[in-house]
């Protein structure tokens, strides 16, 4: 975990630092054993290739918990995710890069809290935005 | 098969590490984790998955099914990632050549029942070592685990665990 | 669960019913997440131990088994028994997706100390009829006195 980062160090437009993640299938039976999701298109090849897919995918919920992984990372033990989520477009594979990113798409303070809204998203290797989403946080103020 | 060039024995300064306890280790038997380990052996007895009725037929919690005795805590860098079994200080410290390694034979002995929401402490040591000549040169290595309820000191469980060193 | 056993209702040679699974990947991955063995051994075919230990398919936790073996011993002594101890080796390789069998018989009853004890031999089975996981239990059972 970096520094604390304040209210004030950010600015609209910025990009927060990235998250990379590439899963192995045994991070992905982890998931399953961890989320109770026993759904066999992530583990199980030929299952997944009756139902119509090309081989074994990452389960959606993963990506949306990396994403507020992403962010828990972000804003440290003083700020707060109040709220995040995503589409799952695309898919994504095992033993290949997911990277996590998010911008910054506005500021505001209200009641005494100062939010920070972002755009976040899970990109693939060929950097397509698989997991569209957005997220609202609180940072700390150094006021 | 063994790779030093050296004929392999068991030695006095191995024999002299049985009994050697472990630093202790955490434990915990949760009702998530009590049905998780059921639904994981395909059991349906409600024994293991509903406090009511287990209460009802005279025990504390739902009953840990036979073979399942907690699981423990799990910390990044001390435990290992794939096996879950925590790395730690004490114990006993064999210097095994032989790379191949397969699971030989589990015994559990029990003296109460495991329930949700025990809290085991767990200490191994060496119990036993073999070593067998006869066609491929296998090491039987025999370690023994005692678990306490940490609420009430006593002595839950025992547990023999050989693995086949070749 | 089946009726509770009695002390006085078994006998020696009596025959524990049959408990039979053939685990398929998902079963074996719920075990995974039971047991916090994370092998992938037993669920990912392309793992490149498969290969050396002469392997085609993923095979069985060990532990699976003697957890089998330790829900037909756990049934035998029903919810007012108490089991002892119980044990097993490791003498064969199972892969998933085939029938495994958990066979018993009473080798002993005697009383010791107030209880009422029975000893089985306990074991599974491949679909093949080879002992695969060879054992012992030892179970208190409540006695009709």
């Excluded at chain 1, 030929?46 to 994403?67: E, P, W, Y």
């Excluded at chain 2, 998955?49 to 009953?63: C, L, M, N, T």
């Excluded at chain 2, 073979?67 to 001390?78: A, D, E, N, S």
């Amino acid at each position: 975990m970096g520094e604390q980062v304040y209210f004030e160090d950010v600015r609209e437009g910025e990009e927060i630092p990235q998250l990379k993640k590439n899963c192995s299938t045994q991070q992905l039976v982890l998931w399953a054993a961890g989320s109770g999701d026993f759904y066999q298109i992530h583990y199980d090849k030929d299952f997944a290739q009756r139902t119509g897919l090309k081989g074994l995918i990452v389960h959606g919920a993963l990506k949306n918990a990396f994403l507020g992984q992403l962010l828990h990372d972000w804003v440290g033990e003083q700020g707060q995710i109040r709220r995040f989520g995503c589409s799952y477009r695309g898919m994504d594979e095992p033993d290949q890069d997911i990277l996590c990113r998010g911008i910054v798409t506005k500021k505001r303070s209200e009641d005494g809290r100062h939010y920070v809204e972002l755009d976040v998203w899970t990109e693939n290797p060929d950097g397509k935005k698989t997991s569209p989403g957005t997220a609202i946080v609180t940072l700390p103020s150094r006021a | 098969m063994p790779d030093t060039e050296t004929k392999f024995e068991i030695t006095d300064e191995m024999r002299a590490q049985y009994g050697v306890d472990s630093a202790p280790w955490t434990y915990e038997v949760t009702t998530t984790s009590v049905r998780m380990y059921a639904r994981g052996i395909g059991s349906d007895d409600p024994i293991h998955y509903d406090v009511e009725f287990a209460k009802a037929q005279g025990f504390r919690s739902i009953v840990a099914p036979l073979g399942y005795i907690g699981t423990p805590v799990y910390l990044p860098g001390k435990n290992d990632p794939t096996f879950g079994f925590p790395r730690r200080e004490g114990g006993p410290r064999l210097n095994i050549p032989f790379r191949g390694l397969l699971d030989g034979g589990t015994e559990t002995e029990y003296f109460d029942y495991i329930c949700a929401g025990d809290v085991l402490a767990e200490t191994s040591h060496l119990a036993d070592l073999k070593y067998r000549e006869t066609g491929r040169p296998m090491l039987f290595v025999t370690n023994e685990s005692v678990y306490t309820n940490v609420a009430t000191g006593k002595v839950v469980v025992k547990q023999r665990l050989t693995s086949i060193h070749m | 669960m089946a009726d509770q056993n009695y002390f006085e209702d078994v006998a020696v040679g009596q025959k524990l019913p049959p408990l039979t699974i053939a685990p398929d990947k998902q079963q074996l991955v719920k075990f995974a997440a039971g047991s916090g063995d994370f092998n992938p051994l037993h669920f990912d075919e392309n793992f490149p131990m498969l290969k050396p230990m002469g392997l085609s398919e993923n095979i069985v936790h060990g532990r699976f088994k003697y957890a089998q073996v330790g829900r037909a011993v756990f049934a035998f002594a029903g919810y007012k028994g108490r089991v002892q101890r119980f044990g097993v080796s490791y003498r064969g390789m199972d892969p998933l997706n085939k029938e495994i069998t958990v066979n018993g018989v009473v080798t002993a009853k005697r009383q010791e100390g107030g209880e009422h004890i029975v000893e089985l031999d306990v074991w599974t089975e491949n679909a093949d009829g080879q002992k695969t996981t060879p054992g012992t239990a030892v179970v208190v059972l409540p006695s009709r006195e």
